[in-house]
């Protein structure tokens, strides 16, 4: 039976969080628990919290008095840290995007590779659905979305196509959108250009950008002096966000400077290049084709 998920880029993110064994640690993305694994080994006297809004992922949870896992979004972080009568921590760990247990999981609905029903949905309790965005959303929405999430050169094709589909009846499998989207598709890339409609629409269900703006922005005020903020981005949009609050402290990348004219950046950047993993690893696991790392450490 394969592992619930491979975690990307595992020893690379857990060194750099500089874990202290006394320390308090967030995990924001806990999926099969790889990452909280290696964090908990090297705390003896601390504590790691860690988060996952799929309900699937509690089956993966850690028999430790030192671990505590909140079935939550990350984006309400602070908040319910502040439950858990923590009010800073001294360093967060997010491994971004999908779990390899939700791609390979057809009735998930996150994975072309299956006909099912079109899901996508992280938290299976939420109300929006792929489905839902692609026969309601007005044409202006959709091609929007794909632009902007799944950067789909031709969205305003695809979606006349997904329109015209939808008249006809409700667009409410994978199998289904693939039709609809097939004329559009370059048959040299199928995988590639579809993988790009299926991320737009995955990062639309789950206000995935909004989501990690949120938790970047709370880390501000929740990571000690010296605290290590750690991410593992899987697309450009995800990465520039992460690179621009790390480099200026707010996610436009704008630098405030001081009446002198010096500028006040509330991170050092360790990685000022990203890390990405092995030609090994890439092998044995293709999510981590398009990983990339960052660390930054609050001053």
């Given at each position: 039976m394969p592992a619930y998920h491979t975690p990307v880029l595992l020893h690379e993110s857990v060194e750099a969080l500089c874990v202290k064994p006394g320390g308090t640690y967030?995990?924001?993305?806990?999926?099969?628990?790889?990452?909280?694994?290696?964090?908990l080994k090297r705390l003896h006297k601390g504590r790691l919290i860690a988060f996952d809004?799929?309900?699937e992922a509690a089956e993966n949870t850690i028999d430790s008095k030192r671990f505590t896992l909140i079935r939550n979004n990350f984006r309400y972080l602070r908040n319910l840290l502040r439950y858990e009568g923590v009010e800073q921590v001294d360093g967060i760990l997010a491994d971004l995007g999908v779990s390899s247990h939700q791609f390979d999981t057809p009735e998930r609905g996150f994975s072309f590779r299956f006909d099912?029903?079109?899901?996508?949905?992280?938290n299976l309790q939420s109300a929006l659905t792929a489905a839902k965005v692609v026969n309601t959303y007005s044409e202006q929405d959709l091609q929007y979305i794909l632009k902007m999430y799944g950067e789909v050169d031709?969205?305003?094709?695809?979606?006349?196509?997904?329109?015209?589909?939808?008249?006809?009846?409700?667009?409410?499998?994978?199998?289904?959108?693939?039709?609809?989207?097939?004329?559009?598709?370059?048959?040299?890339?199928?995988?590639?250009y579809l993988a790009k409609i299926f991320q737009a629409l995955r990062m639309e269900v789950n206000a995935e950008m909004q989501a990690l703006e949120q938790l970047l922005m709370q880390s501000l005020k929740l990571l000690k002096t010296q605290a290590h903020l750690v991410v593992i981005t899987?697309?450009?949009?995800?990465?520039?966000?992460?690179?621009?609050?790390?480099?200026?402290?707010?996610?436009?990348?704008?630098?405030?400077?001081?009446?002198?004219?010096?500028?006040?950046?509330?991170?050092?950047?360790?990685?000022k290049k990203?890390?990405?993993?092995?030609?090994?690893?890439?092998q044995t696991n293709t999510r981590a084709r398009s990983a990339k790392l960052r660390v930054a450490e609050k001053r």
């Open positions: 967030v995990d924001a993305t806990f999926g099969g628990g790889g990452h909280s694994r290696e964090i809004r799929d309900a099912a029903a079109l899901d996508m949905r992280m031709n969205a305003v094709k695809v979606v006349r196509f997904i329109i015209a589909r939808r008249n006809e009846q409700p667009v409410e499998t994978v199998g289904a959108l693939v039709e609809a989207v097939k004329p559009c598709t370059p048959r040299q890339a199928e995988h590639k899987y697309h450009s949009l995800e990465d520039r966000m992460v690179k621009n609050f790390m480099r200026a402290g707010n996610v436009e990348g704008k630098i405030e400077k001081d009446f002198f004219g010096n500028e006040q950046t509330p991170f050092i950047v360790i990685t990203a890390i990405t993993p092995t030609e090994a690893e890439i």
